[in-house]
């Protein structure tokens, strides 16, 4: 089995550099043909591979689909960073940063709150159902694949969740969604802090904060200003977000 591994990465890593004939991808393995044919088939099946018009293979959809989620998993939680760090900074709670990956919530990062007040998340997963970052994420998706649930909708509409015992532990937690280009939501913000020390009434007041925050990483990432940060940070309007860019043009010009 392992040699079997073995070589079909062998094989993937070989599509890579440019398509193969069923004779060059034996020879590449060197193996016989049925074993790369059999090889080339599997990968096929799980769209890792594609057969062209001229019966040659090449790297299938799968392979791009897999570097790009993964690239950008990478780089929002290297933009998200150090806003999770100034948010934890200001409210001491646990800050936590989760993406949708394979339809479970996946934690990339987290800022802990006191010592010994939560275990890290960190490369955990979490189901979608039942907690604050999988309504967050479920709701960020487009309309034809969103679920057709009233709280996601509501969600939608608040530009937030929240969650008392989230995911049958015995903590409380807010998340907001961070927007990638075009408003794709590609990540979940969290404050969490122990149900037993922390109301949710209480955790509730940080949404603010939480909003700020998620706004901040959104625009690092290349996402668009949203009314919803600006009303509830500041009181500041949109055109707030314009003013700033008109300012630094005509500071520009000046220059």
């Not at 193996?31 to 990968?43: M, P």
């Not at 969103?146 to 903590?171: F, I, K, N, T, Y």
């Not at 940080?206 to 706004?215: Q, S």
Request: charged share 25%.
């Amino acid at each position: 089995m392992s040699q079997s591994v073995d070589r079909a990465l062998t094989l993937l890593d070989a599509l890579g550099d440019a398509p193969l004939s069923l004779e060059q991808a034996a020879s590449s393995l060197g193996v016989h043909k049925s074993t790369a044919l059999r090889l080339l088939r599997t990968l096929e099946e799980h769209g890792f591979a594609r057969r062209q018009p001229d019966r040659r293979y090449r790297i299938g959809g799968r392979v791009l689909s897999l570097a790009h989620r993964a690239l950008e998993d990478f780089d929002v939680r290297q933009v998200a960073a150090p806003y999770l760090a100034a948010l934890n900074a200001r409210c001491g709670y646990t800050v936590r940063l989760a993406v949708l990956h394979d339809g479970e919530v996946l934690y990339l990062d987290e800022v802990a709150g006191p010592p010994g007040a939560e275990p890290s998340r960190i490369g955990r997963r979490a189901p979608v159902e039942g907690t604050a970052v999988g309504r967050v994420l479920l709701a960020g998706l487009s309309a034809d694949d969103a679920r057709a649930e009233p709280e996601l909708a509501a969600v939608r509409r608040r530009g937030w969740a929240a969650e008392s015992r989230e995911h049958r532990e015995p903590v409380t937690c807010v998340a907001a969604p961070v927007a990638g280009s075009g408003g794709r939501t590609v990540a979940a913000c969290a404050l969490s802090a122990p149900a037993s020390e922390v109301p949710p009434a209480e955790l509730a007041r940080m949404v603010p904060e939480l909003l700020c925050t998620a706004e901040a990483i959104s625009l690092a990432y290349g996402g668009s200003p949203t009314p919803r940060w600006c009303e509830n940070r500041c009181g500041a309007r949109p055109a707030g977000h314009a003013s700033r860019t008109s300012g630094r043009a005509s500071a520009a010009r000046r220059r």
